[in-house]
């Protein structure tokens, strides 16, 4: 009887074994051609206390990107229920459909930058259901005011919904599926569904059932921080962190991107590319010698060509408010300069 258990857990440790050596050792192929973009947030842009205009035109203009990952942060397009300002989402769509530019449109309550879920004021306090009709009333609103604009590539339904990460009140599969369905019925030219996933922390099945496309995000040094009740571990600070190497190979990211494939027959893009600093603190309080722990354009080199190993061929880098801050506000021009080079 004793034996037993112990085949059972040598026959298990030879899988695990046989898994990791799948997923982790290899060369993946490479792309051919690879598209390259950028997220871009207002919100990020104004906290960083830049003129959000100026930045987003530089990057059209300067940098010459035709790839954008746009976020509609819930907060600034509905600020009293039922009053909806789109002029500032009608600019950046307008400005890059007269420059030939492409849009990931992100819709939903949690659609990136901190706090991930941009709900405004009046929304907080409303029941779970409360909410959810709220926003599909918003999405309704978003899609039919940008459904016929060429330059809406792609519809992304939130950011990385069933990754616990960021201040956002629920976690709903099944509200994501709804979501998706009046997305679905609303948009004529029926374009793709990203749904997006941790790239470290998932391996993308849920996102793959659900969405046309899965999204993933690709990151390699970051500050990682916990948090428990001191009478669990008194003899520990009630909250600490430490920075964090991902030591992950590319092969990592292709063999997910090729199971994917295989059993679900979706597409992998990488929606978020690490090229900004991650701070214990927001970026906007972080000091420039903490920011350059986790990125400088020597990082920056080495993130881009990981990421070319990895065999995708759509990437959205993140962070392109801060080079803009680096170059105007720091007087450290490097980055975008560095930058400059892939577009």
């Known amino acids: 009887m004793k034996k037993k258990p112990r085949v059972i857990l040598i026959i298990l440790g030879i899988f695990v074994f046989l898994f990791c050596c799948y997923i982790l050792v290899g060369t993946p192929s490479q792309a051919k051609e690879i598209a390259w973009g950028v997220n871009f947030s207002q919100k990020h842009a104004k906290n960083l206390g830049l003129d959000w205009k100026e930045a987003y035109l530089a990057l059209l203009d300067d940098l010459k990107i035709r790839n954008f990952k746009i976020p509609t942060h819930w907060d600034l397009i509905e600020p009293a229920n039922g009053e909806y300002n789109f002029e500032d989402l009608d600019f950046q769509i307008g400005e890059a459909e007269n420059r030939g530019a492409k849009i990931l449109l992100v819709i939903g309550m949690k659609t990136g930058r901190w706090p991930e879920c941009h709900i405004p004021g009046w929304a907080k306090n409303l029941s779970k259901e409360e909410q959810q009709k709220e926003i599909l009333e918003l999405i ?204």
């Open 140 to 343: 309704e609103k978003t899609v039919l005011r940008y459904r016929d604009r060429v330059s809406v590539k792609m519809w992304q339904i939130e950011n990385e919904p069933f990754f616990p990460f960021g201040e956002c009140p629920w976690v709903d599969k099944d509200f994501v599926k709804e979501e998706i369905e009046k997305v679905k019925s609303l948009d004529s030219q029926k374009r793709n569904i990203v749904i997006s996933d941790s790239g470290e922390g998932s391996l993308w099945i849920t996102a793959a059932q659900i969405g046309d496309v899965v999204g993933t995000t690709l990151y390699k040094k970051v500050w990682f921080s916990f948090s428990w009740e001191k009478r669990m571990f008194p003899f520990l600070p009630q909250k600490f962190g430490f920075y964090v190497y991902y030591p992950l190979p590319p092969m990592f990211y292709w063999r997910k991107a090729q199971i994917i494939q295989k059993f679900f027959q979706k597409k992998v893009i990488c929606v978020e590319m690490q090229a900004e600093p991650w701070c214990p603190v927001l970026l906007y309080d972080c000091p420039l010698a903490e920011q350059e722990k986790t990125m400088t354009p020597e990082q920056l080199k080495y993130n881009l060509e990981f990421a070319q190993k990895t065999g995708f061929d759509e990437f959205y880098l993140w962070g392109a408010e801060w080079w803009y801050w680096m170059k105007g506000i720091q007087q450290k021009p490097e980055i975008w300069e560095e930058v400059k080079k892939l577009f």
